[in-house]
């Protein structure tokens, strides 16, 4: 298991290599530039912009340079506001982070439930009620659904203030994140339940009068977690550091939407701080996804 980690470790460090390369060469290809659209610079205060940030070196030059400062834990500084990035994550990250977890706890918490209930009830009332919100919910987009929360329930009813930094109220951001990850572990728990469920050590256990309950929390449940804990582990990345268009709607300020911002003004740094934090997000979770597989499947052998 250590040697099949070390592998798993190496594996991360070249994804995110190339995820830095790719994200590099493909921001600079666009046209233009962070300082180009500041009417009020002169040419010759662009000019020594790019001269202090080493924007007038060649590529190859640059991402060397901006490779060693990440060896280093350097992130750079904001072409926009000069602040040091890592201040900026270490702001904006954990309330994204705090955000994310809340909304995929309770997605899988009860996506697993809705599952498992309609795997047991299959065919009745309730299997298709569930079903049925499943795939509402899974149509609608999460803007839309953020944008109706938001207006019935801040405008319309009152019952919840709009994002306020001093008293944040997260029930609705977290509603409309969980929603579209809710439905999915919903239907994959249901159908990982079923198969479970039809296996010969299930009718075993059922011969050998094995109570119901013990049957289904200890055999079948576990053994239908697999496929969640597949699908959790990118979606927790995901929906930690991509949930910018929620983050928009309800005016949150978090990592998301902070990307967006750097995108529209073409700061390269934390463009390329904050696709580094994602992927690097995204690799441990994958790893940490794998490892859990043993622990939930002890035939599951690493090589």
Not at 112 to 141: M, W
Not at 173 to 178: G, H
Not at 202 to 223: E, P
Request: with cysteine; aromatic share 12%.
């Amino acid at each position: 298991m250590f040697r099949y980690i070390i592998k798993r470790v190496l594996l991360a460090i070249l994804t995110v290599f190339i995820i830095c390369t790719i994200t590099f060469f493909t921001m600079h290809a666009v046209p233009g530039g962070p300082f180009n659209r500041e009417k009020a610079l002169s040419e010759a205060t662009i000019q020594a912009l790019n001269e202090r940030y080493h924007l007038d070196e060649p590529l190859l030059t640059q991402f060397g340079l901006y490779m060693k400062g990440l060896l280093q834990g350097d992130f750079g500084v904001s072409l926009k506001n000069g602040r040091e990035i890592s201040n900026i994550i270490g702001e904006s990250f954990p309330i994204s982070a705090k955000l994310g977890l809340m909304a995929m706890g309770l997605a899988l918490l009860l996506g697993t439930v809705f599952g498992s209930v309609a795997a047991l009830k299959r065919n009745k009332f309730i299997d298709r009620v569930i079903v049925f919100l499943s795939t509402l919910f899974t149509a609608v987009p999460s803007f839309i659904l953020a944008t109706l929360l938001l207006y019935i329930f801040c405008n319309k009813l009152g019952w919840f203030p709009v994002w306020s930094v001093d008293k944040p109220s997260y029930v609705l951001p977290v509603i409309a994140l969980s929603a579209y990850p809710m439905a999915y572990v919903t239907r994959l728990s249901k159908t990982s339940m079923l198969d479970a469920l039809s296996q010969d050590y299930i009718r075993t256990a059922k011969a050998k009068g094995v109570s119901k309950w013990l049957i289904i929390f200890k055999h079948a449940l576990r053994n239908s977690l697999i496929p969640v804990i597949t699908y959790a582990g990118p979606q927790i990345a995901y929906i930690i550091t991509g949930s910018m268009v929620i983050e928009t709607i309800f005016t949150v300020g978090g990592i998301g939407s902070k990307f967006v911002t750097a995108i529209n003004d073409r700061d390269y740094p934390l463009i390329m701080a904050t696709t580094v934090f994602l992927a690097t997000i995204m690799v441990i979770a994958n790893l940490i996804c794998d490892l859990l597989y043993k622990a939930v499947d002890p035939r599951i052998k690493y090589e």
